[in-house]
């Protein structure tokens, strides 16, 4: 629990939201010149600073934000930490830099301090004196800023430059201080409200974008616009306050000053002519930029707010004829029915180098002109832009709120249409794997980018949608309202958010933002009792259902109790906060059901306890179910009740012919009761050894009631096919991140398998003994530097005995009870070439005892030992259809050596496999054959003890092909191995006694 108290602890500064509110206030003054031939943007610039706080600083901070995007950054090694590699090893020219030089506050040179040093997106300069509140300094600099040839929120290509960032920017400074925040993967921008004149000089042919208006000069839209008949908005005199500039041959000057021009070296004989260009914005907190010569421009409006879009070529379909001025029109409407006014006099939409989007003030940098983007950077420049939330610290205030106003509009947009069922089992699940974190983390405080990702969009939006539910929807749509009326283009963070939805909604949220924002709680209500009356006549209502509502988590949410009745249907809110709680539903009719939650909106984990029916004699309480029939390669599960799939089998084996069964299997939520039932009879029809039988095989495995994270259990027990016995497992599986890293299994099992039928065994596999086996597992996957690496090492001890004694057990007097085994295993994997992979793979496996050990727990050479072929009712009795004289079936496991007979085993082997596959043929979304490739592989192996078969060898060609069915992918293996060593010894031994000769095998496996 140290981490939500210690988010808690950050975020929740002791301050009243408006009242005492203040801000600095800024004003740059910036000349920047771009150099293409240095990819860099040339500039000086005058910061204007009042302190309106009450506290004397001594200090001055600034962002540089481009030395994220270059080796030896925070941001870098965080990357390399997740293994991700983008700046670490970028050369010069094409890591991003900021320097500066000449820095001066109030005319007297300062020196840099890096506080965060070796990374310098901070830089901090003590004040020669210090500054008072109310008091005003000037900081003066010369700066060069250049973005990364790999974009990320910025970057360069050709001659475009998304400058996202470009000038040093001034660290906020609010009620919590300065906000000295490197830039790192995860978190994003704070800014100080200001006002930005920035006199710009570019070459003449580059089409401009940035945040703001044009005040003067050309940005170069008049000659890129695509709709010439439709004037273009400059809104030039948008801002009364702008200074005058006078355009003379391209060049802007500044009226009533001395006309200053920029320090560039003179242009070279021959060099391409130059423009100058102004821009001018007021109350935002960051300046943007991009160019492109060949950026196209087409202009719109939604009433006051002009629109400019600016695309590349072979976008004419996707974003040109109107369709992305259309797109960021309908935005803008929807934003000001949902907040209120645009703040702004513009807002341009322009296709960047990156795919995806970053916002910033009037301007958002798009990989795509899809509407859903639209909605969402462009809801940004609300929330984050205009209600300036701090998104290193509370991303869920941007994202989760864009995500939360983007999916109200494809509500409004398209009824039905609604995110929260995906968004809520997908957040649950997470919740249940232990993998959670809350949605209100400082952003560095997450685990990794994509716990973060995941908090601060996902859980964040349901946060919004939970506040929907708890309030209703006509007090979220004013709260959104008030907020926004009331904090725009201010700095704002969850306490102000919270007095509003208080004020506005008339309730006490501080249980909710605590649990929502700063917890991950389960929430899991149960029904209680139900004492079901018939009303006093006065009421008007005939019956009460009087119904507990028990709270076995810590999660607390007011819950929907539902009551169906024989005519009428009631539903009343319990509070949700207690553990135990009675309400009372009144209906017309006699009430028949409770549901608690049917609608799913407390995110309550078991929905299996969730129900009371009213049956002839008693009252039950079985969860919802649905039945299906089931097609074995999609299981259908559901959130919000059991799923319940049936299937009829049909197979044979050699000793009871035909065998007919019904299988079923249970699913709830993908994780739970996943229980299957199986009864079969073998008919003895087209059976030579005349055995009729009835089986039955039950796994019951991870009830509700033992849910642990990353917990499987299961727990077998069967009479099948000549053999009884049972079967506990527990195995636990931990991934310390989602996205990269080793993943880790460790378990135990305790396995009792008794033959009582020899009719169905292979004599060859199977001794007259029965087996209970204790055995501990651990195995962990990874992926390094392009190689999947796998390794699992089992060991296990048993005892083999009979109903006749254990001297007796097999017929063998020298059987010793006793035997220990244990396995070793390691694979790895990689593409060596885009289509061609490489395998390889090392086994070791020594099963030990007084005497031989029995048949079914030796090594075996060829693959899958007798126990684990029992698992396949197609393998594991004698005679069934994969194991025939003309059926030359590959099961994987042990030493894998394919090509020879499943039956060889011994009390040691040591193996190696390879193989290399070329994709001849692949179309990802296809389904039967959506892959096909052709293999060559060799297997080697070394076996030790009695029935040595000392050094066994095959090689050969294999083809493969992949398939999807339902939700089921597997693979077939069609291999021919070409070479064995020991003919004899082959599974299709009758195909040659030669070495060199063309035998065959098959499997729906890979090799392994
Ligand atoms: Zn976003």
Redesign the pocket.
């Known amino acids: 629990m140290l981490f939500p108290l210690l988010a808690v602890a950050l975020q929740l500064p002791a301050q009243a939201p408006s009242a005492s509110y203040w801000q600095q206030e800024v004003r740059y003054e910036i000349q920047a010149a771009l150099d293409e031939g240095r990819g860099a943007l040339t500039g000086t610039q005058r910061l204007w600073y009042r302190n309106h706080s009450p506290d004397t600083l001594d200090r001055i901070s600034f962002h540089l934000h481009l030395n994220a995007f270059r080796p030896g950054s925070r941001w870098s090694d965080l990357d390399s930490l997740e293994r991700r590699r983008r700046f670490n090893d970028l050369k010069d020219p094409d890591y991003g830099y900021n320097r500066l030089a000449h820095v001066r506050v109030n005319g007297q040179p300062v020196a840099a301090v890096w506080p965060l040093a070796p990374d310098s997106t901070i830089v901090r300069f003590m004040l020669p004196r210090r500054l008072a509140p109310g008091d005003s300094m000037v900081v003066e600099m010369e700066w060069e800023g250049r973005p990364s040839t790999v974009a990320r929120r910025q970057g360069r290509r050709g001659r475009q430059y998304d400058f996202a960032q470009s000038y040093p920017k001034v660290v906020v400074y609010d009620r919590s201080g300065w906000h000295e925040q490197p830039l790192e993967p995860a978190g994003e921008f704070y800014g100080e409200f200001a006002t930005y004149l920035v006199e710009l000089d570019v070459p003449a042919d580059q089409v401009v974008a940035a945040t703001g208006v044009p005040i003067c000069g050309d940005p170069g839209w008049e000659a890129a616009n695509r709709v010439p008949d439709r004037p273009i908005q400059y809104r030039r005199d948008y801002y009364p306050r702008a200074p005058a500039y006078s355009l003379i041959r391209n060049r802007c000057y500044r009226q009533g000053g001395e006309p200053r021009d920029i320090a560039l070296p003179p242009p070279a004989a021959g060099a391409a002519a130059r423009k100058s260009v102004v821009w001018y914005a007021e109350d935002v907190h960051h300046w943007a930029l991009s160019m492109n010569p060949e950026y196209r421009y087409e202009g719109s409006a939604w009433g006051n707010v002009a629109i400019h879009v600016l695309y590349r070529p072979g976008d004419e379909e996707s974003w040109g004829g109107g369709v992305a001025t259309q797109r960021t029109a309908r935005a803008l409407a929807w934003l000001d029915g949902f907040f209120g006014p645009f703040a702004w006099p513009q807002i341009t939409n322009l296709h960047r180098i990156e795919g995806g989007?970053t916002?910033f003030p009037m301007m958002i940098h798009d990989g795509s002109a899809s509407q859903g983007l639209i909605i969402?950077?462009l809801g940004?420049n609300y929330v984050m832009g205009i209600l300036a939330n701090n998104e290193w610290r509370e991303g869920w205030m941007?994202?989760g709120f864009?995500e939360f106003q983007g999916q109200m509009y494809e509500e409004a947009a398209q009824p039905g249409n609604d995110s929260w069922p995906w968004l809520e089992a997908r957040n649950t699940g997470l919740d249940l794997d232990g993998m959670s974190e809350p949605a209100s983390l400082v952003s560095g405080a997450y685990r990794d980018f994509t716990s973060y990702n995941i908090s601060i969009y996902s859980r964040g939006e349901l946060f919004f949608h939970q506040l929907r539910y708890l309030v209703g929807d006509p007090a979220m749509r004013q709260i959104m309202r008030t907020y926004y009326d009331r904090w725009k283009l201010k700095h704002v963070n969850e306490a102000a958010f919270k007095a509003v939805a208080e004020e506005v909604s008339g309730r006490d949220l501080s249980t909710f933002f605590a649990e929502k924002l700063h917890g991950t709680d389960l929430v899991d209500y149960k029904v209680g009792r139900v004492i079901v009356g018939r009303a006093l006549p006065q009421d008007g209502h005939e019956w009460h259902s009087r119904v507990e509502v028990i709270r076995q988590e810590t999660g607390r949410m007011p819950v929907e109790v539902w009551v169906f009745a024989a005519g009428d249907t009631a539903m009343v809110r319990s509070e949700g906060l207690a553990e135990r709680e009675w309400v009372t539903v009144r209906t017309r009719s006699k009430p028949k059901q409770v549901a608690l939650d049917p609608r799913l909106r407390t995110r309550d984990w078991n929905m299996l306890n969730n129900t009371w029916r009213q049956g002839w004699l008693f009252a039950s309480r079985e969860p919802k179910r649905s039945r299906y029939i089931d097609t074995w390669f999609s299981e259908r599960v559901r959130r919000d009740r059991l799923s319940e799939g049936f299937l009829p089998t049909v197979w044979y084996n050699a000793a009871a012919g035909i065998t007919l069964g019904l299988r079923s299997r249970e699913n709830y939520f993908g994780r739970f009761a996943q229980n299957l039932s199986l009864v079969s009879v073998g008919t003895s029809w087209e059976s030579d050894r005349d055995v009729s039988d009835a089986d039955f095989f039950l796994r019951f495995q991870n009830p509700t009631w033992l849910r642990s994270p990353g917990l499987r259990q299961t727990f077998e027990a069967y009479n099948v096919e000549g053999r009884f016995g049972a079967r506990l497992e527990l195995e636990r599986t931990r991934r310390p991140h989602l996205s990269f890293g080793p993943t880790h299994r460790y378990g135990a099992s305790l396995t009792w398998m008794q033959p009582d039928d020899f009719r169905y065994l292979d004599a060859g596999q199977w001794e007259n003994a029965a087996t209970v086996e204790f055995g501990l597992s651990a195995g962990v996957t990874d992926t390094q530097n392009g190689w999947a690496l796998g390794s699992s090492v089992t060991a296990a001890g048993g005892l083999a005995y009979s109903r006749r004694g254990l001297a007796t057990a097999t017929g063998r007097p020298d059987l010793d009870p006793f035997y220990g085994r244990g396995t070793l295993e390691f694979t790895a994997r990689r593409n060596l070439a885009p289509r061609l992979r490489f395998g390889a793979r090392l086994y070791g496996g020594v099963s030990t005892s007084g005497s031989l050990p029995v048949r079914q727990r030796q090594i075996y050479l060829a693959g899958a030992d007798p126990l684990q072929r029992f698992g396949n009712p197609f393998l594991r009795s004698d005679g069934a259809l994969l194991v025939r004289q003309d059926v030359n079936y590959h099961m994987t496991g042990g030493g894998n050596l394919r090509a020879f007979s499943p039956a060889l085993s011994s009390e040691g082997l040591v193996a190696l496999n390879l193989e290399m596959e070329h994709t001849v043929y692949a179309r990802p979304r296809g389904k039967l054959f959506n892959r096909i490739g052709v293999a060559v592989f060799g297997d080697a192996g070394h076996a030790l003890g009695e029935r040595s078969l000392d050094v066994a060898a095959d090689a050969g060609v294999g083809l493969r092909a992949e398939h999807r069915i339902g939700q089921t992918s597997f693979t077939t293996r069609f291999d021919v191995p070409l070479y064995v060593n020991r003919p004899a010894f082959a599974q299709d031994a009758n195909a040659t006694s030669e070495k060199v000769g063309f035998r065959w095998l098959f499997s729906f496996e890979p090799g392994w």
């Open positions: 989007g916002e969402h950077e940004h941007d994202e864009s």
